[in-house]
């Protein structure tokens, strides 16, 4: 997966997620609004086949980019065990 950091601040983070799509950038932001000290999390697109710009704003001193890192942690997380229920089945 290729990023690029468009604006890093620390209560804010834009990032352009490069050639993903809307399954992807939908799971990341709902994942994302879970952290309670999340202000903001989503994305845009400005024509349907440009990349998507994530956009997260925190509160209450956390890094943007480590709500970040967490939500994919969860996915990743969430996609094993997945993965380990269907060979068990």
């Known amino acids: 997966m290729e990023i690029k950091v468009i604006e890093l601040r620390d209560d804010l983070a834009r990032i352009a997620f490069i050639g993903e799509g809307h399954t992807f950038m939908n799971a990341l932001v709902d994942e994302i609004l879970r952290d309670p000290e999340v202000d903001v999390a989503n994305y845009s697109s400005e024509f349907h086949f440009t990349d998507p710009v994530l956009l997260v704003t925190t509160k209450g ?29």
């Open 61 to 89: 001193g956390k890094k943007p980019v480590d709500a970040i890192r967490e939500a994919a942690v969860a996915i990743s997380g969430n996609c094993s065990g997945l993965i380990e229920t269907i060979e068990k089945s």
